[in-house]
């Protein structure tokens, strides 16, 4: 391997799909090579920035590039949306991680994206394809504006559902009744994929357990190192424990503990909010001198305009934080 | 001079000073400040220079430990640094985190009637001067074309890259974190190996001319096979660690405010969690610190929570102190800063706050039994003796598994709990492919990691043809026709061909 990574990884395309989620393309040869579908990379934006795993969400072998789609959610992936340019670097960028997908001889499945979750799944209804299986596509957006890649997913399937929670796109509610529909037409599915928030999955899941489909689903629990090391990813699978960034992070749908995945991505949500406040607070300060928004596209526009929608329940926690060094 | 005996010697070991416990448990500066050159010199008159000394066996790297001291106590001290240097790549590391007493320290006559010779603290000495000085053995090195890969930058890793690139083989170290020297990086904390000391011995690998990349996950990047097959690595050494957190199976411990001690450590050494929000890493420490174990990883972690601003930490053991794991200087220095310790107690469950958050477990007393397969007295539960014990933040530090990457992506033949199998001269099942430290042995020590890092460097010199002068044995310098049995010796694959 060269040494081209040693001041990090460049980004060589961008697009943004609105005003919260947006892709980006990053120059990493060996990774494009080695990437299989259902795996990700952690990535770490600059020497203060923390570990933040990201689905792989297609590669090109002959560009040499990964590309990732971000939902910009809290403060790190905001920074990203804000900060990331074409020419910029990411200061790690680390895998493929994860066991990639097991296509198996899959005859016929369905593929079923929730919101982001359709640029996880595409790079796997591409393999399916490749693989001679019938797919079918389902994915599910809040609402038109938020559409992408509609074209791209559709192209891969055999047939092809879209839903929105309020009708202005497809079929109006959630991506269940999509899978409702699929079930009821095709009487041979091998297998479901569903990816999204997790509450979606579980929903997805719950769908299918009657007519015992196989129902895979990839899980998002907190991360810090992504190799097996600190064990913050485990995730309840029947009666055991299983870390997600090694063993999975898709498992079976029908095995999985939501609640308990659920629980646990509010492990630091006192912190989280605080961290947001602090950096649109720092943002806030420094905009007028060195920024011009305009010239910079949506995401410069900054925090004020994408304030997070905050859950107020969700915060009145009394929480501690770690003390700054030395004191 | 006169032969030196124990009633000539002096007779207390000289201290080393140390920040005030109340000070330093609020923060991250050094635990343990090192000799001055009065002491060190003083020290160095305590060793009777055995003939043949007891210490030089006990020490996994051999170290010609009374050659080093007499050269400190002759003030030659560069050449004091070259003995140590000759058998210890990282004097300085090894120093601070040996469990001398177990080793070099456990075994010198001195402490039969004192107390023993202060090996690693002399140690420690040499080697921040050798750090101070810029002092390094740099051997002139011709390239002899082999490329060699490892896998790891811990110090088996270290080690190995740095005996290889000795003998002029073209190494990199693969890291699948961000920054190298594994767990003495991301575990083991800066008040007792700051980080500077773990870049200058970094620096001196690079000025070796070992390439490091980081951020390289091998397996999934890239495989073993692969960078034998198609990257043209001649050889690959393998030192990736135990790394994966052990958990006990009882109910609660996902609940929020549960922990791996690799995980806690992590965040803090790794990702300055402890300076969140400023890095971005969060880390939401509780008031009150239960940690469960008492080895090395869990003393670091007790002495991590305290230092963040944790109100009280709890050590929680099943055993007594006689059996922990821990450095004894570390339990002493825990003690000395306020960790409580509750010997003979076994959590069985943890407890919910309701709201999915940890609020205490529920504990067992135990006794000690019969010796169990470690040779230890096995814990046994009290009955009737159930408690609660109260803590909002609970660390497991019992233990580490095989990490599975490797195991997962490769061939490599793996033992029945996931270790990388090694013959003797720590070879794996696949030819050209080396493996030591921990991921072969489980969790073990520092100085046993850059033991077999050197160990698994001998052996693969021998597998690639690199005799012990350090030149490749080619047939220009054998004056024969450049074949040997009929096979061209220029012909790298010549090499790898490995007695069964
Ligand atoms: C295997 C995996 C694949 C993922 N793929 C994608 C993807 O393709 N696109 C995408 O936009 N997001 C993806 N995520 C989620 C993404 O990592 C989080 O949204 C991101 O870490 C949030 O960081 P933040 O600082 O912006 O937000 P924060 O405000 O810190 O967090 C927002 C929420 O994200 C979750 N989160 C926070 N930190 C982490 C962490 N270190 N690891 C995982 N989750 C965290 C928490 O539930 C939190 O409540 C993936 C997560 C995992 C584990
Ligand atoms: C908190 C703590 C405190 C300790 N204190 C002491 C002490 O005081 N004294 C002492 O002697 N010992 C101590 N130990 C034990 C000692 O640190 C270890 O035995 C030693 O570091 C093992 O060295 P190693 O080179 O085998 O592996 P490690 O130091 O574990 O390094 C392995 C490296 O390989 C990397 N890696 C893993 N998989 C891959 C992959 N697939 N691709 C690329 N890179 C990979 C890891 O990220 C890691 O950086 C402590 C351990 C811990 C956890
Ligand atoms: S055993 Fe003790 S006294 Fe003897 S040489 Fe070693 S350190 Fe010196
Ligand atoms: S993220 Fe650390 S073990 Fe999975």
């Known amino acids: ?159 092809f559902i879209i839903c929105s929670d309020d009708g202005s796109v497809g079929i109006k509610g959630l991506v269940t009744e999509g899978i409702k529909r699929a079930i009821r037409k095709h009487g041979d599915i091998d297998r479901l994929v569903a990816i999204g928030p997790p509450i979606m999955m579980k929903a997805a899941a719950e769908t299918t357990r009657p007519h015992g489909i196989e129902t895979v689903v990839s899980l998002n629990p907190i991360m ?95 929480y501690r934080m770690g003390m700054p060094k030395g004191k | 001079m006169a032969k030196k005996t124990i009633r000539t010697i002096p007779q207390d070991r000289t201290l080393m000073p140390v920040q005030d416990p109340a000070e330093r448990a609020r923060n991250f500066a050094e635990v343990a400040l090192g000799y001055e050159l009065d002491a060190a010199l003083n020290e160095s008159e305590r060793c009777l220079l055995c003939p043949e000394a007891n210490c030089v066996p006990a020490c996994p790297v051999a170290i010609d430990i009374p050659g080093f001291i007499e050269k400190i106590s002759k003030r030659d001290f560069r050449g004091a640094y070259d003995v140590v240097a000759d058998a210890n790549l990282l004097p300085a590391i090894c120093g601070r985190v040996c469990p001398q007493e177990d080793q070099c320290e456990g075994v010198c006559p001195v402490g039969d009637t004192l107390e023993p010779v202060a090996i690693g603290r002399l140690e420690r000495w040499i080697g921040d001067m050798a750090i101070a000085e810029g002092w390094a053995n740099l051997p002139y090195t011709e390239p002899n074309g082999f490329k060699v890969g490892v896998v790891g930058s811990g110090p088996a890793g270290m080690a190995c890259a740095a005996d290889m690139a000795k003998a002029g083989c073209d190494v990199t170290i693969y890291e699948a974190l961000h920054r190298p020297g594994g767990v003495l990086r991301y575990g083991i904390p800066d008040f007792r190996l700051p980080n500077e000391v773990i870049d200058a011995e970094y620096a001196n690998l690079t000025r070796l001319g070992v390439k490091i990349e980081c951020s390289t996950l091998v397996g999934r990047l890239f495989t073993i096979e692969q960078m034998i097959d198609e990257m043209g690595y001649d050889a690959v050494f393998i030192g990736t660690g135990a790394g994966s957190p052990q958990f006990m199976g009882i109910p609660g411990e996902n609940l929020i405010g549960v922990l791996s001690a690799n995980e806690f450590l992590t965040r803090c050494n790794l990702m300055h969690a402890g300076e969140f929000p400023n890095y971005d890493t969060p880390l939401h420490l509780g008031g009150r610190v239960a940690i469960i174990g008492a080895g090395n990883t869990a003393m670091d972690a007790m002495r991590v929570a305290l230092r963040l601003g944790a109100d009280k930490v709890h050590c929680v053991y099943r055993r007594t102190r006689a059996e922990s794991p821990a450095r004894v200087e570390e339990i002493d220095h825990a003690e000395e800063e306020g960790i409580e310790f509750h010997w003979l107690t076994a959590p069985v469950e943890i407890l919910d706050d309701g709201e999915g958050n940890a609020r205490g477990m529920r504990c067992l007393a135990m006794e000690l039994g019969e010796p169990d397969a470690s040779g230890r007295p096995r814990p046994v539960p009290i009955e009737g003796s159930e408690f609660e014990f109260e803590a909002d933040t609970i660390i497991y530090a019992i233990g580490t598994n095989a990490n599975p990457i490797l195991g997962q992506t490769s061939d490599l033949k793996l033992n029945e709990w996931g270790y990388i199998e090694a013959d003797d001269t720590l070879a794996t099942s696949m030819a050209g492919v080396f493996a030591g430290g921990d991921i072969v042995t489980g969790a073990a020590t520092v100085i046993l990691a850059m033991g077999a890092g050197r160990k698994a460097a001998r052996s693969m010199k021998a597998y690639l043809g690199i005799r012990d002068s350090e030149t490749v044995y080619r047939p220009a310098q054998s004056g024969s026709d450049g074949k040997i049995f009929g096979i061209d010796a220029e012909e790298r694959n010549f090499t790898r061909i490995r007695a069964a």
């Not at chain 1, 609402?143 to 890649?149: D, G, M, N, R, S």
């Not at chain 1, 190799?227 to 749908?253: H, L, N, S, W, Y």
């Open chain 1, 224 to 318: 810090v190192d992504g190799t097996g090391m600190c064990g913050g990813c485990r995730v309840k699978i029947g009666d055991g424990i299983k870390f997600a960034c090694v063993d999975g992070p898709e498992f079976d749908g029908h095995e999985v503990d939501f609640d308990d995945l659920m629980n646990r991505l509010q492990r630091y949500k006192a912190d989280e909010k605080l961290a947001f406040e602090k950096w649109s607070e720092d943002c806030r300060q420094q905009l007028p001198e060195d920024s011009d928004p305009a010239a910079a596209g949506p995401a410069a526009s900054g925090p004020e305009r994408q304030q997070p929608q905050v859950d107020a329940g969700m915060f009145d926690g009394t």
């Open chain 1, 1 to 159: 391997m060269d040494n081209r990574h040693e001041a990090g990884f460049e980004i060589v395309a961008r697009e943004d799909f609105s005003d919260v989620t947006f892709l980006l393309e990053i120059d990493h040869p060996l990774m494009a090579k080695a990437a299989r579908p259902g795996q990700f990379v952690i990535t770490i934006l600059h020497d203060h920035g923390e570990r933040i795993p990201l689905t792989i969400a297609d590669f090109d072998r002959e560009r040499g590039t990964v590309t990732l789609v971000i939902q910009a959610a809290g403060k790190s992936t905001r920074e990203m949306q804000q900060t990331c340019r074409v020419g910029t670097r990411l200061l790690s960028v680390t895998g493929p991680m994860g066991e990639p997908t097991d296509l198996g001889d899959v005859r016929k499945v369905v593929l079923v994206g929730g919101g982001l979750g359709v640029a996880p799944v595409f790079p796997q209804a591409r393999a399916y394809k490749e693989n001679g299986a019938y797919v079918i596509g389902i994915i599910g957006f809040r609402t038109k504006e938020l559409v992408f890649w509609e074209d791209k997913f559709k192209a891969c399937c055999d047939e």
